[in-house]
């Protein structure tokens, strides 16, 4: 019995030990919420972090990443979307509490739902063919989300029979919806494209991180688009920092939401470790510095890998920028309405470069961003021509494209300080090399 209870004991702390400590400081920051985290190294901890920051739409204005041995202590500063501090009871709680507990993401309820995966090459009107062979095929779409970038589209589908209302489980139907949405996407006989799907209870992905991994699949950031070229969204530099063993990564870029996310997301995919960071946002801009190796601990190892390297970071930022008129439309669900709506798009000369799909309570609320059909702002009365035929209480206009890039100089400008903030920390790492400056800690 005392041995029982000596491993009884035992087994109590290792759990202390291996569970990450959250404390949230409302009191230090006079414009932010601190939520401090403690925890031992492993891989992934970080992005489980970031994720629940970002799944509860906030904005990290700052962060501070630091590994001493094994390991972790990392530092948020975290507002709401209007800049305010967190003050809700409820929303600390959940922070923390989902922090020293177990968690999977952002996953929608898939029980009683079948989950396509799709991917392919993107063309005007794919969104509603896709929409269309669905709903020929009595197929509910209750919730979905699309991304595009450099010509490829990829999509997370969640069905259900519209005249059931229960699961498509059946083998033979599953695969006519597949070779049907197979037949859209290899509409230009494009050998790269392909769809899959899955049967609900085998996803426990988060939705947001499986569309980067299948975006990386399809290898998107190989290819940028003329336009990108002229005028990159991102600025990524890559150098070795050899007295210590460590890559170091910059990427400077407009700043928004979910920006962090989706660089730890594409670091810690690609089998990278984040030893330290450091997290900068400066009105509309923000520079991420983060000081990485490989899992087996060496670092970015030839020319080709760091190029590798910043052609994905720059690829994940690019994913969720998607230029265009944010539409939001709010009707009562029912049979074809994705079909219907898409179909006015297509035949009104919008192209669809984004979107998210939600049903709850049989209200159907979905967000798209479009563009013209040379990827280009929508001009204004085209938008509204579309709002009325669709109608003007259903469809509104959210939010109007920002300036992704500032023109001339001040396109010139954004890149030059990318390079001197770089150039800056190369600086730093020599200095702290030969001991002119001491750490901090």
Known sequence: MAMKGYLDEYEKLVIRMNTPRVVIDNGVCSSATIVKVDSPRGHGILLEAVQILTDLNLSIKKAYISSDGRWNMDVFHVTDLNGNKLNDQSVLSYIEQSIETVYYGENIEVNGLTALELTGTDRIGLLSEMFAVLSDLNCDVVDAKLWTHNGRVASMIYLKDCSSGSPILDSHRISKIEGRLKNVLNGDNDVKSAAKTCVSVDMMTHIERRLHQLMFEDRDYEKRSKKQERSPMVVVT????????????????????????????????????????????????????????????????????????????????????????????????????????????????????????????????????????????????????????????????????????????????????????????????????????????
């Open 238 to 441: 890559v150098q070795n920092w050899a007295e210590r063993g460590y890559s170091v990564v910059n990427v400077h870029c407009r700043d928004r939401t979910k920006l962090l996310f989706d660089v730890v997301c594409t670091l810690t995919d690609m089998e990278y470790a984040v030893f330290h960071a450091t997290i900068n946002t400066s009105e509309d801009q923000a520079h991420l510095e983060f000081y990485i190796r490989h899992k087996d601990g060496s670092p970015i190892s030839s020319e080709a890998e760091r190029q590798r390297v910043i052609q994905c970071l720059e690829a994940a930022v690019e994913r969720r920028a998607s230029e265009g008129v944010r539409l939001e439309l709010r009707h009562p669900d029912k049979q074809g309405l994705l079909a219907e709506v898409t179909r006015t798009f297509r035949e009104n000369g919008l192209n669809v470069t984004r979107t998210e799909i939600s049903t709850s309570c049989g209200m159907a609320t979905n967000i798209f961003y479009v563009t013209d059909a040379n990827g280009d702002e929508a001009d204004s009365k085209l938008i509204e021509s579309v709002r009325e035929k669709i109608g003007f209480e259903c469809l509104r206009v959210k939010e109007m494209p920002s300036v992704t890039q500032r023109k001339g100089d001040g396109e010139e400008h954004q890149q030059t300080k990318a390079v001197l903030v770089s150039l800056g920390s190369l600086v730093w790492r020599n200095l702290f090399s030969f001991g002119l400056i001491k750490s901090c800690s």
